[in-house]
Every structure is written in structure tokens, then in C-alpha cells.
């Protein structure tokens, strides 16, 4: 007999539960608690008050980058994630506080000078914080506008000295199947992958994230580095990172090897160019019912427009 598992990526844009209605369902079963179960709040908080760097937050703003809306409310951003180690609902967050984030260690590899192993808090300690407003739109459609900190990724590139050799920059997230279920499950080509050219990665965009809203990452995040590629899909804002590979052979990612006919290596916003299961026309924000038109690279081609000159028949928008 053939079992056909339903896979999360495989349900259809219909079968999925619209935000609308499980935003209002969450405040009516759980006032203003959210979504992370009561027990796990203290522990969320405590998490993020004993981080080693909370000393170096909140950063100083970087002014450089303005939002054309407001701010989302930090209860609804830290209750809707994409994590898929830790399941394929929104409703990660309290499963995630599992994953121990210290010890935590990031390897630069690959063609690179020198090779070598970082403490995440020497690492952090190393960079200037900075915080910075960015928009985070879901290839799913919905959107989020947050406050991150962190440090330009061009800091990492140039700290890890790449030989002029290496084109991309490969990341890799921990795998850690006994507290992470997700990566129990064996049809996922586990670790999550995913990678940028070189000169994307010294983009001024690029940033490598260390809090949100003032504070050290929450798990659900991507504690204890994340990335934010605001002109990408966040599937590119690859979480929890543990590897940074230089190599001169472009990665294929979590989601390419997964499902190559949906999901590509190079992933820009475009308006104009659906994905399989959405139109890519409009946004919703998350926690309000604002939508707006999507933008050519999620409004940022003024930063990156210019990377792509030449690479027209690249499928640059999935
Ligand atoms: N990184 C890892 N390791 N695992 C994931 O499942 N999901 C991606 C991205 N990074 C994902 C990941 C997707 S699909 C999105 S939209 C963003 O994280 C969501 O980030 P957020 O949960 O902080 O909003």
C-alpha cells in the first residue's frame, strides 16, 4: 500500500491555517501570555539576561536604515518562526529554548588564510554592534519589520581573510537531533544550508545578527548568529550558525536540495515573479492586516541592484 506522507513544504497555500485567524485565536486562548507556554517564559527571559553579552545591548542605531512602517510588535515576531529543526509550525519558539547556545563555537573554513574556531563570545566581542531597522519577507508572503543587531558579515569576510580563490561564502546551521526534533525527521537533507557569492556577502546589507530588540537573539530567532539578507526571502536568513565555509563551488542549500523547481540559490524579492504556491504580488504584515505591494528586492535595489548586472539569465528571483 503507498503512504503519502504530507510534507510540510508540499501543503498546498490553502491547507494552511491564514495568520489572520490564528493571530486571533492566540489572544483569545492566551491573553497577552502568546504562544510560548507559560513555563517557558521565565526561562526565555532568565536565557536572555544570563546571555554572556547582554552588556553590549542595546547597541547604538545605525541610522542609515529607515522603515516605510512600523515596527513589529516583538510578542508577535518571537511567536510566528520559521525553524524547521524544531518542526514545521509558526509555533517553535518554546521548543527552541531547548537548544543550548554556550557553549557555542563558529569554524571559518575552506579557502581561507587560516582556518579557525571562534568562542561565539569572543567572536561577538570582537565586532562593533550596531542596531539596525530591516524589513524580512517570507517567500509564505508574510513580513516582519524588526530591530536587529549585529555586525556587517563584510567584518566576518575580512577578519576570515578569504584567498582571492573563493567565490561564495557557505553556511552551515548545528545539527543536534536530541534536542532539536525536527532534525529527527530523515526526508530533510539536514543541516539547513545555505550560501552567498562573496560579493553579496561584503554587501553593505549583508549583516550577521546577534539580538533583536535591544536584547541578546531569543532561540527562536536563531541564537546565538543569524543571518538577515533583507533583499532575499528569508529562507537565505540562514539561523544558529555553527560553519562559514569560503569556497569556490556555489552551496546548494537547504531548500534547493529539497525542492530544486521551488526554491533557487540566488531567491531576490520580485513582485513579478510568483513561486509555485504564492503569489509573490503582495505582502501582509505580521500582526496586523496591513498588506503591501512587494518591492524589486523588497525595496532595497538601491544596495543591490547593481550585484546582478550581467547575471540576467540567472534565475536571480527564486
Ligand atoms: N534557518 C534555519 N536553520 N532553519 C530554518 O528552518 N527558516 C528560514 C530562515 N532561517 C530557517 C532558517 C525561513 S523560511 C525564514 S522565513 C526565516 O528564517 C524566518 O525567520 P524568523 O523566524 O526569525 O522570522
Not at 575552506?110 to 519577507?137: F, H, N, P, S
Not at 530533510?188 to 545555505?194: K, S
Not at 553579496?200 to 537573539?217: C, Q, R, S
Request: net charge negative.
Amino acid at each position: 500500500m503507498l503512504i503519502k506522507r504530507p510534507r510540510g513544504w508540499e501543503l498546498p497555500e490553502s491547507a494552511a491555517t491564514p495568520e489572520r485567524v490564528w493571530l486571533s485565536r492566540r489572544s483569545l486562548m492566551l491573553g497577552g501570555a502568546g504562544l510560548i507556554g507559560a513555563a517557558a517564559l521565565p526561562r526565555l527571559a532568565r536565557a536572555q539576561a544570563g546571555d554572556p553579552t547582554v552588556d553590549l545591548y542595546p547597541a547604538a542605531r545605525n541610522d542609515g536604515f529607515v522603515l516605510d512602517r512600523p515596527v513589529t510588535e516583538e510578542s508577535i515576531a518571537a511567536n510566528y518562526n520559521n525553524f524547521y529543526e524544531f518542526g514545521s509550525s509558526k509555533r517553535v519558539a518554546a521548543a527552541a529554548q531547548a537548544l543550548p547556545t554556550r557553549p557555542w563555537t563558529v569554524v571559518v573554513d575552506g579557502m581561507v588564510e587560516q582556518e579557525r574556531t571562534l568562542a561565539i563570545d569572543d567572536l561577538i566581542r570582537a565586532m562593533t554592534l550596531e542596531e539596525r531597522l530591516y524589513r524580512l519577507r517570507c517567500v509564505e508572503t508574510w513580513a516582519m519589520a524588526v530591530p536587529w543587531t549585529g555586525f556587517p558579515l563584510a567584518d566576518l569576510v575580512a577578519m576570515a581573510r578569504p584567498l582571492s580563490s573563493a567565490r561564495y561564502v557557505r553556511f552551515e546551521t548545528f545539527t543536534n537531533p536530541d534536542v532539536a526534533s525536527g532534525q529527527r525527521q530523515s526526508w530533510y537533507p539536514w543541516p539547513y544550508v545555505e550560501g552567498v557569492t562573496i560579493e553579496e556577502a561584503t554587501n553593505e546589507l549583508a549583516f550577521l545578527v546577534t539580538g533583536i530588540y535591544g536584547k541578546p537573539l531569543a532561540n527562536q530567532f536563531g541564537a546565538p548568529l543569524r543571518l538577515a539578507l533583507p533583499w532575499k526571502y528569508g529562507f537565505k536568513s540562514i539561523k544558529s550558525i555553527v560553519r562559514v565555509t569560503f569556497t569556490d563551488e556555489r552551496p546548494v542549500s537547504f531548500w534547493e536540495e529539497l525542492a530544486p523547481q521551488e526554491y533557487g540559490f540566488w531567491a531576490n524579492v520580485n513582485p513579478d515573479v510568483p513561486h509555485r504556491r504564492w503569489s509573490q504580488a503582495r505582502e501582509k504584515m505580521l500582526g496586523t492586516d496591513e498588506e503591501f505591494p512587494t518591492q524589486l528586492f523588497n525595496g532595497y535595489g538601491e544596495w543591490v541592484a547593481g550585484l546582478y548586472a550581467g547575471l540576467e539569465d540567472e534565475p536571480l528571483y527564486m
